[in-house]
């Protein structure tokens, strides 16, 4: 395929490129597993001298095409797919922290993610701070320790919707000697790029506005090949030194630039498992393929319901980083300048049951677990998705009590603010 073509041609062309005779739309290969001609082409593979498909726990036709979209979209040199973003969240980190290791992370980030960092990975014995993202560099740098070993944020933040300052990020991460991960789950590559910013690796739950249509959980980790594994060799033994479980192959001398990537299929996937399947990969892959069409209308339409919310009355206060007298509206034009996402966050006058009654007067605006999809939809945190937090926890992760997330979807702007009219007048 041609070098550097615009955003929107590899939403549409990127990862399958079919030869003479071969199917035009990248297929679904519904296959575990694949053939070869002889022992010694399998053998190959098995000692990763050679690459090719042996078994869809590790890598998959169809998955694959679609990571390598994924990743150049993000301009990265390679991606793996997970079931889930939660997955890829796991990976990224566990890719390169083990039993003893910690690393530093916003406290705004999204509630399964905030659960997995403070409770699970704790019973693995890696430990996380949480910083507050806004806060001074100095003031973030005393959560580093000599066995910190990444650094995590949100390009902008499932629910608070924050803005991450990225270029403050990864000088922090780089002055330290770890790599910044990003989750760009809520700007996607059409509206940020993290990587342009200094982020090394970049995280996705692709389950938002990737596939866009609500039908296929998954996630992405795509790696930058920017970050150098071998100026901390001995931080990064894991990849730096010889794999027993590859017959001592060494990750950083064998795939240079993909080392940190090869590592994670060729030792979580096959460990742990947590692949897509080949018919989420292939749903995922029409989604993206109006990726740079539909993010544009999220951001529009949003923009409009934020304002028309902020003028009215009844409606207390609104976090939306298109508006101007919003704390992130700087950094949504430094990082966002071609609009952040479709998410925003508000609260209505009175109390937490005049927000309930809010939500069960709206029309087609439905209350539903999920977030960034065409259809829009609406979620009280505290009562939903962040029950399991303690109110303490709550303001922590920037999640007031009164906090409605509101996800405006691709419908007619007028038809999304007249549903939000009619409840609002039922207050
Ligand atoms: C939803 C979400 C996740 C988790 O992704 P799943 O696909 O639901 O597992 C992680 N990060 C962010 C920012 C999210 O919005």
Same mark, same amino acid.
């Given at each position: 395929?041609?070098?550097?073509?615009? $955003?929107?041609?590899?939403?549409? *062309?990127? #990862?399958?490129?079919?030869?003479?005779?071969?199917?035009?739309? $990248?297929?679904?290969? *519904?296959?575990?597993?694949?053939?070869?001609?002889?022992?010694?082409?399998?053998?190959?593979?098995?000692?990763?001298?050679?690459?090719?498909?042996?078994?869809?726990? $590790? *890598?998959?036709?169809?998955?694959?095409?679609?990571?390598?979209?994924?990743?150049?979209?993000?301009?990265?040199? #390679?991606?793996?797919?997970?079931?889930?973003? *939660?997955?890829?969240?796991?990976?990224?980190?566990?890719?390169?922290?083990?039993?003893?290791?910690?690393?530093?992370?916003?406290?705004?980030?999204?509630?399964?993610?905030?659960? $997995?960092?403070?409770?699970?990975?704790?019973?693995?014995?890696i430990e996380v701070t949480f910083v507050d993202a806004d806060a001074p560099a100095e003031e973030i740098q005393k959560a580093f320790r000599p066995n910190t070993k990444a650094l995590f944020g949100e390009t902008i933040s499932n629910p608070s919707v924050n803005v991450l300052d990225i270029e403050k990020f990864a000088t922090i991460a780089h002055k330290n000697g770890v790599p910044l991960i990003v989750d760009n789950t809520f700007a996607t590559p059409v509206n940020c790029r993290p990587f342009e910013w200094g982020a090394d690796i970049v995280t996705h739950s692709t389950t938002k506005y990737m596939d866009g249509h609500a039908v296929a959980v998954g996630g992405a980790v795509v790696d930058s090949g920017n970050f150098d594994w071998e100026l901390y060799h001995d931080k990064y033994t894991m990849l730096t030194e010889p794999d027993d479980s590859y017959h001592g192959l060494t990750y950083t001398k064998s795939f240079g630039k993909a080392a940190y990537i090869t590592k994670m299929v060729a030792q979580l996937m096959r460990d742990l498992g947590s692949m897509m399947s080949p018919e989420n990969a292939f749903l995922l892959n029409l989604g993206l393929e109006t990726l740079h069409l539909r993010m544009p209308r999220h951001c529009d339409n949003a923009q409009r319901v934020a304002e028309y919310l902020q003028s009215h009355p009844k409606v207390a206060w609104v976090n939306y980083c298109g508006l101007p007298d919003s704390n992130y509206y700087n950094l949504a034009k430094k990082y966002l300048p071609h609009g952040a996402c479709g998410v925003m966050a508000f609260g209505v006058k009175g109390s937490k049951e005049d927000a309930i009654r809010f939500m069960d007067s709206l029309n087609f605006v439905a209350i539903v677990t999920h977030v960034a999809d065409a259809r829009s939809c609406i979620l009280h945190p505290a009562s939903h998705t962040h029950r399991q937090l303690s109110d303490e926890q709550l303001l922590e992760a920037g999640i007031a009590p009164d906090l409605m997330r509101l996800s405006v979807g691709i419908e007619d702007a007028e038809d999304i603010i007249a549903d939000l009219q009619q409840a609002l007048e039922k207050l």
């Open positions: 395929m041609q070098k550097k073509m615009n $955003l929107g041609t590899l939403c549409v *062309q990127a #990862g399958w490129a079919p030869k003479k005779g071969e199917p035009r739309v $990248l297929p679904i290969y *519904q296959s575990t597993t694949f053939k070869y001609d002889t022992s010694e082409q399998m053998a190959r593979l098995f000692d990763l001298e050679d690459s090719g498909y042996f078994y869809s726990r $590790l *890598q998959n036709p169809t998955v694959d095409a679609v990571g390598a979209k994924i990743a150049a979209l993000e301009g990265g040199v #390679g991606a793996v797919m997970t079931a889930s973003g *939660q997955a890829a969240n796991f990976y990224a980190i566990f890719n390169i922290c083990q039993s003893g290791d910690h690393f530093v992370s916003a406290t705004t980030i999204y509630g399964g993610t905030y659960n $997995l960092f403070s409770v699970t990975m704790k019973k693995l014995g």
